[in-house]
C-alpha cells in the first residue's frame, strides 16, 4: 500500500562539480525518495532498496513558489519516475518553470512514470507541428528539454511505449544495472534496438549499490529458489564484476548503434566549462572503473573539478592565449580541452572510450 501525503519542501541539490550518471548542478525532487515496489531506486543517490508493506510517499504541494525562492544553476535534473508523477505532475511543474525561465533541465522519467511530459504547444507552433517535434527554438536554441527514461523496472512492452511517446523529442535510456535482472543480455540487446529505433541518442548504464533488502525482494519477485545459480550468486557472491561489465557492455551496445554511451547533459554540443568539466570526470571514472593508469586518472578528476569551478570561460582562454596559462590543468587534461575546443574528438578520450566498450559475453569490441 502506499499513502500519498502533501506537505514535504521540494528537495533541492547543487553540486559544484558534475557527478555521474547525470552530471547535473541542480537536482529537483518533489518527491521522497523511496517510493518504488518492489524495488525502490533513489536515481540521487544511486542506492536500490526494497519497499516496505505500508509505503509513505510525499509530495511536494508549491512546487513553483519553492522554485522561485531557490537559486537553481544549470544543468538542471528533475527526478519525476515512479508511479507519484503519474498522480501529481509536481515533476511536469517543475520542467515548466525551468522551461519559462530558459534553464536547461533535463527530465527523468521510468517505466512506471508519467513518460513524455504533457506541455502545451508553444506560441506560434502548431499541433502538428509539435507532434512532429518541430519545437520552438530559444536564441537560436531546442527550448524543449531533453527527457531520460529509467528501464526499471524492466517491463519491455511498457518501455517499448515509452519510447515511442518520446520519439518526437530529445531522449535516451538509463539502465540501473542490477543483477540478474538488467545484467541479461538478450533484454539489453531487444532495448536497445527499440531505443535506436525510436531515435534515442544515448543508451547509458547507472551504477546502483543495492542492499540486501533489496536483494530479497529481487529474489522474492522472481521466485528464485535457493538451489538456483541466481540465488546464490545474488547472496553469496561478489556481483560488481558482473556490473561492471554489463555497464561497458551497454557503452558497447551504444557505440555500435550509434547511440551515445553517457547520458548527454542538456546543451551538451556547447563547448561550457561544466561540459568540459563533465568530458573530463567521464574520462577518469572510466580509467578508475578499469584501473587504467590510476594516477593520471586522478589527475584528470582534480582538472575536472577545477574546471567547473574556473571563473572565466576555457573557450575564451583558448582564443586569448592558450590553455596553457589555466595552471591548475594537467597535460593531458590541457591536452584533451584543447582538442575539444577545437570542435574535434580528443584523442586520449577515444582511446579510452575503446578501451572501456567491452563486450561482455565475448570480452572484445562490439
Known amino acids: 500500500m502506499i499513502l500519498y501525503r502533501k506537505a514535504a519542501p521540494l528537495r533541492i541539490r547543487r553540486s559544484v562539480a558534475p557527478e555521474p550518471p547525470f552530471w547535473c548542478a541542480t537536482s529537483i525532487a518533489p518527491y521522497s525518495t523511496k517510493r518504488g515496489v518492489p524495488v525502490s531506486i533513489d536515481y540521487l543517490a544511486s542506492r536500490a532498496t526494497a519497499a516496505t508493506e505500508k509505503m509513505e510517499v510525499t509530495v511536494c504541494e508549491n512546487v513553483r513558489e519553492e522554485l522561485e525562492r531557490a537559486r537553481i544553476d544549470a544543468p538542471v535534473l528533475i527526478e519525476a519516475t515512479e508511479a507519484a508523477e503519474v498522480v501529481f505532475r509536481r515533476g511536469e511543474e517543475a520542467l515548466a518553470f525551468c522551461e519559462e525561465e530558459r534553464i536547461d533541465a533535463m ?48 517491463d519491455l512492452p511498457r518501455l517499448g511505449e515509452l519510447f515511442e511517446e518520446a520519439r518526437t523529442t530529445s531522449w535516451g535510456v538509463v539502465i540501473p544495472v542490477i543483477y540478474p535482472i538488467t545484467t541479461d543480455l538478450d533484454a539489453l540487446n ?25 536483494k530479497q525482494a529481487i529474489a522474492g519477485e522472481l521466485q528464485l529458489a535457493s538451489s538456483d545459480d541466481r540465488y546464490a550468486m545474488l547472496f553469496h557472491a561478489d556481483v560488481a564484476p558482473i556490473h561492471l561489465a554489463t555497464e561497458r557492455h551497454i557503452a558497447a551496445l551504444a557505440a555500435s548503434l550509434g547511440m551515445r554511451d553517457f547520458v548527454a547533459p542538456p546543451r551538451w554540443d556547447d563547448r561550457s566549462n561544466w561540459n568540459a568539466a563533465v568530458l573530463l570526470t567521464l574520462t577518469a571514472s572510466r580509467m578508475i572503473a578499469m584501473e587504467l593508469d590510476l594516477d593520471l586518472a586522478g589527475l584528470i578528476a582534480r582538472s575536472a573539478r577545477a574546471v567547473a ?19 591548475v590543468l594537467d597535460d593531458v587534461s590541457r591536452d584533451i580541452l584543447t582538442e575539444w575546443l577545437e570542435g574535434s574528438e580528443p584523442s586520449f578520450v577515444d582511446y579510452v572510450n575503446e578501451q572501456w566498450r567491452l563486450s561482455r559475453s565475448s570480452d572484445a569490441p562490439l
Open 107 to 154: 527530465y527523468l522519467t521510468s517505466t512506471r512514470g508519467g513518460g513524455r511530459p504533457s506541455r502545451p504547444p508553444a506560441s506560434g507552433v502548431s499541433p502538428d507541428a509539435e507532434a512532429r517535434g518541430e519545437t520552438p527554438r530559444a536564441g537560436g536554441r531546442d527550448a524543449r528539454s531533453p527527457i531520460a527514461i529509467a528501464a526499471w523496472p524492466l
Open 190 to 214: 531487444t532495448l536497445a534496438a527499440a531505443a535506436r529505433a525510436n531515435g534515442a541518442t544515448f543508451f547509458a548504464a547507472m551504477a546502483v549499490d543495492v542492499d540486501a533488502t533489496a
Open 309 to 327: 569551478e574556473l571563473d572565466k570561460p576555457l573557450a575564451r582562454v583558448a582564443e586569448a592565449a592558450s590553455l596553457s596559462i589555466v595552471e
